[in-house]
């Protein structure tokens, strides 16, 4: 076997919750993610949509091997891992707003107090690089927007979840 085959293999074992979940399985994540308290199976039931509890607790015993769902004295959490692309967001009430959004915020408010303090002597170029960081970081919030939105439009995170962007 050739050494950059198997560094792809290894490179696709990725344990992203976003990319090994689909379908019911990654919307009861979804769930559980946005919770802001641990939910029990019928709660997830009906949130989920489920017609039994047993689904919603087939989907929670897959997502505990998997290692993304713990089991607490009242209900069950989500656990988020590091490397996966919702460590690139932040849950704030029921909306999913991506990290990057916040600094493309203060960057974009300290480019314009900048403009409106030195406006007779500009230095272009810490406008220039002031800028450049700004159209960097609102570019990653924007791709990380379309890329949760991406997901949400193949069916496959729950209603109940919200990007910045759009409430489902």
Do not use: C
Not at 85 to 108: E, G, K, M, Q
Not at 146 to 160: D, F, H, P, V
């Amino acid at each position: 076997m050739a050494l950059g085959t198997n560094r792809f293999a290894r490179a696709k074992v990725f344990k992203d919750p976003i990319f090994n979940l689909s379908g019911s399985t990654l919307h009861v994540y979804m769930i559980l993610l946005t919770s802001k308290k641990p939910l029990g199976i019928r709660e997830i039931q009906r949130i989920a949509g489920f017609k039994s509890p047993n689904s919603a607790r087939h989907h929670i015993e897959k997502l505990m091997e998997l290692g993304y769902v713990l089991r607490t004295r009242d209900g069950y959490i989500a656990v988020k891992p590091r490397s996966s692309l919702l460590s690139a967001f932040v849950v704030l009430r029921d909306y999913l707003i991506p990290r990057t959004l916040f600094y493309a915020l203060a960057t974009t408010i300290f480019l314009i107090a900048y403009l409106l303090l030195k406006i007779p002597n500009v230095d272009w170029y810490s406008l220039m690089f002031i800028a450049a960081i700004n159209i960097l970081l609102w570019k990653d919030s924007i791709v990380l927007l379309n890329r949760m939105n991406q997901i949400k439009k193949a069916g496959i995170a729950s209603r109940e979840v919200k990007t910045f962007s759009k409430t489902y």
